[in-house]
């Protein structure tokens, strides 16, 4: 359904928004404007449908001429510091969203060599500051190793990996990292979310987080906020790739 569609992706949506516009508030406003759209759509035409593809076709849309109207010398802070405008689309919808250079090609309306050529540029430019450590938290060593390896092919590094409860703060206040992926239960049957924010409240630090789970309600009733990076067992290694890649940008983006 759309709008199980636009719920999966709102966070990425709004990075996306807040990205290209340099602007939180008026990058929401966008977003919700978007959705208000879609949902008047759905009311009119019960079958209505929207592909992922569609739906970002649609944010970029509205996106532009918003930014169009910025000033010509916005100033931006991290990874986008020295990109071009077209090449922080370029470079979130590939990167981030996982789409494919022709998906990416599609959405900013060019061909594909030239969507490719903007995410190189992107590249050279500034995306090695978005590579962090990750801590990783999962009772099985088997998946604590895939998840490593599908961390490092996301251009980033494993700066830790924990079992339990108790091992996981204890390693996590002799590391350094910017990024924490963890299993909704570890060996010691506790909870991740758990371990999680007796992490972050002793590190004193704002650290995205990508939950991977089977049991996806557990996340969201163990917590007080809303999870919003979940990954669902079994996963999808893309969809674990494209959550590293988001959060890690989401920090940036804050």
Known sequence: MLSDLITSE?????????????????????????????????????????????LYLALDRHL?????AKPANLQFTGPFQKMSRE????????FS?????????SILGCDSQT??????????????????GVLILEDEPHVAALLGLLVEQSG????????????????AMQTEFG?????????????????VEEILLRKKQAIPVVYITAHPALVQES??????????????????????????LSALAA
Not at 64 to 68: F, I
């Open 10 to 54: 709102l966070t990425m949506l709004r990075l996306y928004a807040h990205s290209i516009l340099g602007d939180h508030k008026t990058g929401d406003d966008t977003v919700c404007e978007l959705i208000e759209a879609l949902t008047h759509q759905m009311e009119a035409d019960p079958d209505y449908s929207l592909s992922r593809l569609g």
């Open 64 to 68: 532009l001429p918003k930014a169009q």
């Open 87 to 94: 090449e922080r689309r370029a470079s979130l919808l590939h």
């Open 97 to 105: 969203g996982g789409f494919s250079i022709e998906e990416t090609a």
């Open 115 to 132: 969507a490719r050529a903007l995410i190189e540029s992107a590249t050279a430019a500034s995306l090695l500051p978005v590579r962090t």
């Open 156 to 171: 980033h590094w494993v700066a830790a990996t924990a079992h339990t409860h108790n091992e996981a703060v204890n390693v």
């Open 179 to 195: 990024l924490i992926i963890s299993d909704m239960k570890l060996a010691d049957d506790s909870l991740g979310t758990q371990a």
């Open 223 to 248: 917590m007080s906020d809303e999870a919003p990076f979940l990954i669902r067992k079994p996963f999808d290694i893309w969809n674990v790739r494209n959550a590293v890649n988001r959060a890690a």
